[in-house]
């Protein structure tokens, strides 16, 4: 790909949790996060500003066609290109900015997970009055390339703590993808007002991206999902953590009870080849979970293939544990039991791959597993 001009921009509102990353070129935004309370006397309001001396609301990152009145100092008018440039963002590259999060509630908040929502506009209102407006694709090949090339490490640099580590296309997901680690943000204390926390969003464009995505727009909401902390204990049940899903079509999870989940899959008529499910969640202990599961679906007739396993990562990467792996004809059905063990912090869950060349492109699936330790 050409070292041809691409952009990238944070917004940061004063609504809950907004963050915004795009430009003329290429973007990512941001939006703002759901925040939850199960105490009815406290509350939970989470606020989130740049931290670079321009007026808010307003981007972090942009070029100065968008916002000709802003400082926008990583544009490429200003600098040469390269990963510290907007304007110049290539393959290769790392962009790096800071967010300031505060909890503006009464009650200690826990930041429990992220996640991020593609839309086609974006309208920048500028402070001596008008606006400027920036589109962007939100399907196609260009737009898949992206969201799989562009890589998504969230960090509180204080501490050297990670809270997210991916693709773009991990975040793009019904419900949050779960932090690695949840820190905690104090309420106000009266006549205390509450500390900021310093986090990081670093954006790595992949060395491989093609020509593909050369002077394309994509937009996108980011939001963080936050609980109070008292009383917010590890032992989470099985079938209630924050289990999400990912594949062709709108594969979804669901709880069946608070021991057992279900994934379903459903692109019948309009999917031959070769395909990747998954469902995952964020373990909030190490231990060993043991559970029984069943899988059974229609994956056509002509060259079917069903694969199912279970993963979990940790310290030292992710670990595989192999459930059942067949050629498959017209229904199918098969159960048994397993056990994974899983590590505090780091994710876990379902993969489910394999093939379909028939020509009916039938692909239906339901994968339940429910934990018995």
Do not use: C
């Amino acid at each position: 790909m050409n070292r041809k001009k691409l952009g990238v921009m944070v917004l940061s509102l004063t609504m809950t949790v907004v963050f915004t990353f795009g430009g003329a070129t290429m973007a990512l935004y941001t939006s703002s996060a759901q925040n939850t309370s199960t105490a009815a006397a406290g509350t939970i309001n989470l606020d989130a500003k740049r931290n670079h001396g321009d007026y808010t609301p307003g981007p972090m990152f942009y070029p100065n066609s968008l916002d000709p009145d802003g400082n926008h100092p990583y544009d490429t008018s200003k600098v040469n290109p390269s990963g510290e440039s907007l304007g110049g963002w290539a393959p290769g590259d790392t962009v790096q900015r800071a967010m300031i999060l505060t909890n503006k509630g009464s009650l200690d908040a826990k930041l429990k997970g992220l996640k991020a929502t593609v839309r086609d506009t974006y309208t920048q209102d500028l402070p001596t009055g008008g606006s400027r407006t920036a589109t962007g694709l939100t399907s196609g090949a260009a737009y898949d390339e992206f969201i799989q090339k562009a890589n998504v490490k969230v960090m509180i640099p204080d501490t050297n703590v990670q809270l997210f580590n991916g693709p773009l296309s991990s975040l793009l997901v019904s419900g949050y993808a779960p932090l690695q680690n949840e820190p905690v943000l104090m309420g106000t204390r009266p006549p205390f007002t509450p500390g900021p926390l310093n986090v990081t969003f670093e954006v790595t464009l992949d060395p491989s991206a093609s020509n593909e995505i050369q002077g394309k727009s994509f937009i996108f909401d980011f939001g963080f999902y936050s609980e109070q902390a008292r009383n917010n204990g590890a032992n989470t049940p099985f079938g209630d953590q924050a289990w999400l899903a990912a594949g062709p079509g709108n594969p979804s999870v669901t709880k069946i009870d608070s021991n057992t989940i279900q994934f379903n899959y459903d692109t019948r008529e309009s999917f031959s080849g070769e395909w990747t499910y998954a469902t995952n969640t964020l373990a909030t202990k190490t231990e060993t979970i043991t559970f029984d599961y069943e899988y059974s679906g229609l994956h056509s007739w002509f060259d079917a293939r069903a694969h199912a396993r279970a993963f979990a990562d940790g310290p030292d990467g992710r670990v595989y544990y192999e459930l059942w792996d067949s050629v498959v004809y017209d229904q199918f059905q098969h159960s048994g039991t397993a056990s994974i063990n899983v590590t505090a912090g780091y994710n876990y869950g379902f993969i489910l791959d394999g093939s379909n060349y028939d020509y009916s492109q039938i692909l239906q699936g339901t994968f339940k597993a429910s934990r018995i330790n």
